[in-house]
């Protein structure tokens, strides 16, 4: 495994830092505090290239290996993780599903859009059935070439201001996903507000009332949807760990700036033993996550599945940024209480990553599995 960055990794870690210093950093707290939707800087990031970084040239895309990916969701993480979750689910889960398993047609139409102007939105959990998708109420019936859909789903990033969901649904032979567009006949995303963190991003629930798609948007084969899911979770939990390493350097990098000027007892509070030790543990947990997901780039851009290594990844990485935000609050003492430091931020924002994408439970019942051959889910 090569912990060198090539020079043209090295050039988009540059760009990626330019640019979420430069048009994230300073609307951050003020998007977080308003719940509003980041609208100008879509096309921004957009015409950057950070929402078509993995989808190939060919279509539009940035076409970049995936460690180079990873660099532009950590740096996104570190400063805006709201719009760290657009990437991650437009990439992650939603193009990386149409790269995998879409016809040349689908690819065509689709790959283009979701590189330059609309995102796109991973419909999987519904309000009764999230860790367990297995009994899903979502349905899709044929009728003649075309299929209808009915149903609603939850929690779903990009799903009311996206171009495109990919719908799993129930069908006579078992869960398949569709490619719906958000303009269908039927379709009704309801943004979700009141959210912990991530409240500048579009959390939707859908409702899908008799929508209509042809025959061609169904996304691999019927009955075989579930597959699709599991496989683009993959890159989901990957950019995710990511993004979560993003998090823990911005823990690091407001800590250490608050503890080397906040003075106590007559001295900066960084001279503090126990404070020192504070520090330690957020530059520990940084270190290995950014080790976990580089390990999980390193074996995409192999060409190797990583099933398991993106599940150990998204599992420390989140863990680990939930502690280190923990921490970062605690070394502000009561001013990291207030939005007037960001480390509260990051701590609600990091707060969904063990919950998203598979549960920190789900993960240890995957690894559990993964170690002993046993199923424990049920
Ligand atoms: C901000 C946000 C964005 C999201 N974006 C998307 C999206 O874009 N697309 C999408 O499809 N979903 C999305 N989700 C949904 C998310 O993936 C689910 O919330 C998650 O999978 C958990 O499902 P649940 O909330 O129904 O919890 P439940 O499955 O009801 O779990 C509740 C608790 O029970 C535990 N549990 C469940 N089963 C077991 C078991 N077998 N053993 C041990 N413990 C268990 C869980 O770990 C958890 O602690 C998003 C959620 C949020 C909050």
Redesign the pocket.
């Known amino acids: 495994m090569d912990f060198d960055l090539s020079d043209e990794q090295a050039a988009i870690q540059k760009l990626a830092k330019d640019f979420c210093d430069a048009e994230l950093a300073p609307n951050a707290r003020e998007l977080d505090r308003t719940e509003a939707y980041p609208e100008e800087l879509v096309p921004k990031l957009f015409e950057v290239g950070f929402l078509a970084a993995t989808i190939p040239e060919e279509y539009g895309g940035m076409g970049l290996d995936y460690l180079s990916y990873g660099l532009i969701v950590e740096e996104t993480g570190r400063t805006d993780a709201s719009i760290r979750?657009m990437i991650s689910?437009n990439l992650g889960?939603v193009s990386s599903s149409l790269i995998n398993y879409g016809t040349d047609e689908q690819k065509q139409q689709w790959l283009p859009q979701l590189a330059s102007e609309g995102l796109g939105?991973?419909?999987?959990?519904e309000p009764d059935?999230?860790?367990?998708p297995n009994g899903m109420k979502t349905f899709a019936k044929r009728d003649g070439d075309d299929w209808v859909l009915n149903g609603s789903?939850?929690?779903?990033?990009?799903?009311s201001r996206g171009l495109l969901t990919v719908i799993y649904a129930q069908t006579d032979d078992g869960i398949t996903a569709f490619l719906v567009p958000q303009d269908s006949e039927g379709y009704e995303g309801n943004p979700l507000h009141g959210?912990l963190g991530?409240r500048a991003?579009d959390?939707a629930e859908v409702t899908l009332t008799d929508v209509r798609v042809p025959g061609e948007n169904v996304l691999g084969e019927v009955g075989k949807g579930l597959r699709i899911a599991l496989h683009s979770l993959d890159s989901g939990r990957f950019s995710l760990a990511a993004g979560c390493t993003g998090i823990s350097q911005a823990c690091l990098d407001a800590a250490l700036e608050y503890a080397l000027q906040r003075e106590q007892f007559g001295k900066k509070i960084a001279g503090f033993q126990l404070v020192q030790e504070l520090l330690s543990e957020i530059y520990l947990d940084l270190e290995a996550s950014r080790a976990l997901y580089w390990k999980v780039a390193w074996k995409h851009d192999k060409g190797e599945r990583h099933t398991v290594e993106s599940s150990v990844a998204k599992t420390f990485c989140s863990e680990a940024a939930v502690r280190n935000a923990n921490r970062a609050v605690q070394v502000h003492g009561g001013y990291g209480y207030s939005d007037e430091y960001p480390v509260g931020r990051y701590l609600r924002d990091a707060r969904?990553t063990t919950?998203?994408?598979?549960?920190?439970?789900?993960q240890r019942?995957l690894l559990g599995r993964h170690l002993t051959g046993i199923n424990a889910?049920?």
Do not use: C, D, P, R
């Open positions: 979750s689910v889960l939105a991973f419909g999987l959990t059935h999230g860790s367990n789903k939850m929690w779903i990033t990009n799903g959210k991530l991003g959390t969904v919950l998203y994408e598979g549960t920190s439970q789900i019942l889910f049920v």
